[in-house]
């Protein structure tokens, strides 16, 4: 019976984070972080707001706790850029821009190019990884000589990102698969073709 009432407390736990961590990506993809309270998280995942501080300490516990899920997420779907051909790459590169956590990423980025923001080294390290990846892909590339994978790595994440905006902002007026074909046009003009 003990033993029954503690896995039962340990699921409501685990269950109560889930649901703090989902409205709280809700909200912060929605508002921005500094814009979403702990009334806002409460009353959207019907988790008492003195839950909050419990279950992640601090705002800034929740914002990790949100961060850290929504990079698992990315990672799993990251692994699709290890994909051989170029527009293999490209489908993965546009499933990325349809990600919720991109939207989410894009939607706090604002605030971590503010002086002293919690988020201003999560994002450093987060555009590292998305280089690395890239470069990884790029390294199967018979790239041109005068072609460097890390500056290539740093353009295709700005226009990866910069798409996103753009679709979020307006999507009617961005057609993603015709854009992603067009960036693979594109890099194969600059002689990134099929890996070796």
């Known amino acids: 019976m003990t033993t029954s009432r503690a896995t039962r407390r340990t699921e409501m736990t685990q269950e109560s984070r889930r649901l703090l961590v989902t409205a709280a990506t809700e909200l912060f993809t929605e508002r921005g972080y500094r814009q979403t309270t702990f009334e806002d998280i409460a009353k959207r995942s019907g988790v008492s ?3 909050i ?27 699709t850029l290890d994909a051989g ?6 489908r ?29 080294k999560w994002y450093a390290d987060l555009h590292e990884a998305l280089r690395a ?28 990102m910069g798409v996103h905006q753009q679709w979020r902002v307006n ?3 961005i057609d993603l698969d015709r854009t992603f074909a067009t960036v693979g046009v594109l890099l194969r003009m ?3 073709g ?3």
């Open 133 to 160: 990846q890239i470069r990884a892909w790029l390294a199967q590339a018979d790239l041109p000589a005068d072609v460097d994978a890390d500056d290539l790595g740093t353009v295709l994440l700005g226009a990866v």
């Open 92 to 120: 993965a590169l546009e499933a990325f821009t349809r990600s919720p956590s991109t939207q989410l990423f894009v939607t706090l980025i604002a605030e971590a190019m503010e002086p002293g923001s919690a988020l201003r």
């Open 53 to 79: 501080p419990w279950h992640f300490g601090n705002k800034e516990g929740l914002l990790a706790a949100v961060v850290d899920h929504a990079v698992a997420d990315f990672r799993a779907d990251a692994d």
């Open 190 to 192: 600059a002689g990134v």
């Open 194 to 196: 099929a890996p070796r």
């Open 85 to 90: 051909t170029l527009d293999e790459a490209m």
């Open 49 to 51: 707001r003195g839950s």
């Open 171 to 173: 999507p009617d007026a």
